[in-house]
C-alpha cells in the first residue's frame, strides 16, 4: 500500500518561505509522477505544481510560478516543495499527490483524477 505524508506547512507572514516535504512509502516513486495540489478555505482542490519521473520536466500553475519549486530525490521516495515569497493567498492546505499513469504530456497531470495516491495534507497559513 502506497502512503504519502506531508509535513512543513505552518503559519508564516507575507514575503517568506516554506519547504513542504512529502514522504512516500510501499512503493519507489522512481515510475510516479508526483504533484502537489492545495485546497485554500471554502475553495476546491486546485494544482500547483507537477514533475516528472526523471525530474527533467515540471509544470506549475501561473499564480505560482517564479516562487514555488517542486524537487524529488527518487533514492529516499521524497518530494519537495520550496515556496518563496508566499502571499495571503497561498493559505491552504497542500496535499502531495502521486500519479501511475505514463502520459507524455506533463499536462494531463494538472487534474486531481490523475493521481492514485495521496496524502493528508498539511496547512499553510500566510498572514499580511
Known amino acids: 500500500q502506497v502512503q504519502l505524508v506531508e509535513s512543513g506547512g505552518g503559519l508564516v507572514q507575507a514575503g517568506d518561505s516554506l519547504r513542504l516535504s512529502c514522504v512516500v512509502s510501499?512503493?519507489?516513486?522512481?515510475?510516479?509522477?508526483m504533484g502537489w495540489f492545495r485546497q485554500p478555505p471554502g475553495k476546491v482542490r486546485e494544482f500547483v505544481t507537477l514533475?516528472?519521473?526523471?525530474?527533467?520536466?515540471?509544470h506549475y500553475t501561473d499564480s505560482v510560478k517564479g516562487r514555488f519549486t517542486i524537487s524529488r530525490d527518487n533514492a529516499r521516495n521524497m518530494v519537495y516543495l520550496q515556496m518563496d515569497s508566499l502571499k495571503p493567498e497561498d493559505t491552504a492546505v497542500y496535499y502531495c499527490?502521486?500519479?501511475?499513469?505514463?502520459?507524455?504530456?506533463?499536462?494531463?497531470?494538472?487534474?486531481?483524477?490523475?493521481?492514485?495516491?495521496w496524502g493528508q495534507g498539511t496547512q499553510v497559513t500566510v498572514s499580511a
Open positions: 514533475i516528472n519521473w526523471s525530474s527533467s520536466n515540471t
Open positions: 510501499g512503493r519507489p516513486i522512481a515510475n510516479y509522477v
Open positions: 499527490a502521486a500519479s501511475r499513469r505514463t502520459y507524455s504530456d506533463v499536462t494531463y497531470y494538472t487534474g486531481t483524477s490523475m493521481y492514485d495516491y
